[in-house]
């Protein structure tokens, strides 16, 4: 048996500082929605891999089609010599992202470089550079999507200058955000919104109802591309396949990566053809884009989506958080606003007077991680507790995982609310 703290003491040596980990679970085995250390603990997955794991850990359906692909051919790079693996996989994509126009899909590796080619193609098509978010956004670590980051430390404390031509409107409210298209750029020289319909890191945030369909028109009278960021929302977390479904939005673009290969790295944007097909030969690309290994795992994930009813274990999951997480509002002082969509959901740790209380999550995070349950704590003020499980967790492991994070709560935040029933 190894041990933890030999593995620790090594990845002092050898592991730069930056490259933290939100654990001391060195992972030996993972299945549905349980990890097993390599010392033998057991722990109840609350994060599946920041939103990787939608389809559970070590799916026999992703273990097959790894080891059938594998045992074919793991890597031709695809600018050089396509396969059908691939191909086969964008047709899909295309046509289970919302939108009734033709579509394209490019494949890419990781969640920032499909946000980087979806603002390259966006750029591209309309020839202008500006580039809009928001407040409290979230969209990766290279340069560009750093900029396009909202949170200042860790994602881009020091590691300026920052790409230039990035601009920051305000989230949820669309009045101001046409104020922003006055005072902060002209719509005219903008070439895409890019917006996370649910936002994650910022504190798993959904809009009003009317937003996305607001912004998305507005987008469509000055000839701006309309990006739609589901890395995190996307693959059934919010009870549909894509977030932007629950508000009747079709995105010009949409990228897509965490769960779409079940913990393989890939990524995708998928979009209006004539945008997609706008950028010449050569462009577009990558040494290991549409790996044809993380395409297998791809086409397991769809197929899993379609044979094991995820969107509707998806629903009725959500509604056991929101359930459980409302009463707990009721129940305890420090637990303030519920937050989300579907089974991407999270609520907020206050104080006594409603503001953030970020230490007190940070404790109960890691009193949950001494108790068998992996968290992850999120939010602009870091006071969220979020849950990303796998969809595929079975009823008597979210249960304790619950009793876990109650328990928490009880030893934690300290004086009940009296019940207002």
């Known amino acids: 048996m190894t041990c933890i703290d030999e593995i620790q003491t090594l990845r002092n040596q050898v592991i730069p500082n930056g490259h933290a980990s939100g654990t001391t679970c060195y ?15 057991q722990y109840i997955d609350f994060a599946g891999g920041i939103a990787v794991m939608n389809v559970g850990h ?5 273990v097959a089609a790894i080891k059938a692909q594998a045992e074919k051919f793991t890597h031709t790079c695809f600018m050089v010599n396509p396969y059908d693996v691939a191909v086969r996989l964008a047709d899909r994509l295309c046509k289970i992202t919302p939108g ?11 969640g920032a470089e499909a946000v980087e080619n979806a603002v390259k193609i966006a750029r591209y098509y309309t020839k202008r550079q500006g580039v809009v978010v928001f407040d409290g956004s979230y969209h990766g670590r290279t340069y560009l999507t750093m900029a396009m980051t909202s949170k200042v430390k860790p994602y881009k404390c020091g590691f300026g200058p920052l790409a230039p031509e990035v601009y920051r409107a305000p989230f949820g409210d669309f009045k101001a955000f046409t104020d922003f298209f006055i005072t902060g750029i002209n719509p005219e020289t903008t070439a895409a919104v890019v917006i996370e319909p649910i936002q994650g890191e910022g504190g798993f945030i ?3 109802e009317d937003f996305l369909p607001q912004v998305a ?55 209006r053809k004539e945008i997609m097909d706008s950028v010449h030969p050569g462009g577009l690309g990558g040494t290991y884009g549409a790996n044809p290994v993380a395409c297998a795992a791809a086409h397991a994930v769809l197929d899993i989506f379609e044979e094991e009813n995820l969107l509707e274990k998806a629903q009725a999951l959500g509604e056991k958080l929101g359930a459980t997480f409302g009463a707990w509002t009721q129940k305890f002082n420090h637990v303030g ?61 979210l249960q304790k995982g619950l009793d876990i994070m109650e328990a928490g709560l009880v030893s934690l935040a300290g004086e009940q609310k009296e019940s207002t029933c």
Do not use: W
């Open 27 to 41: 992972v030996d085995s993972a299945k549905g929605a349980i990890i097993t250390d390599v010392q033998g603990k």
């Open 58 to 62: 070590s799916h026999p359906k992703v």
């Open 100 to 110: 009734s126009f033709d579509k394209k899909a490019l494949f890419v590796n990781s």
């Open 206 to 208: 959904a809009p009003p």
């Open 217 to 271: 028109q507005f987008c469509k009278d000055y000839g701006i591309v309309f990006i739609a960021d589901e890395i995190q929302s996307g693959m059934g977390r919010s009870g549909k396949m894509f977030a932007v479904e629950n508000f009747g939005v079709e995105p010009d673009l949409m990228t897509v990566a965490k769960s779409i290969a079940a913990g393989m790295p890939l990524s995708a944007v998928v979009g």
């Open 337 to 397: 606003e519920v937050r989300g969509i579907g089974a991407m959901r999270g609520y907020t740790i206050v104080n006594a007077d409603g503001t953030p209380d970020a230490d007190t999550a940070k404790k109960l995070s890691a009193y949950c991680f001494d108790n068998g349950l992996i968290t992850l704590v999120c939010g602009i003020e870091g006071n969220v507790i979020r849950v990303l499980m796998p969809l595929v967790i079975e009823d008597d492991q």
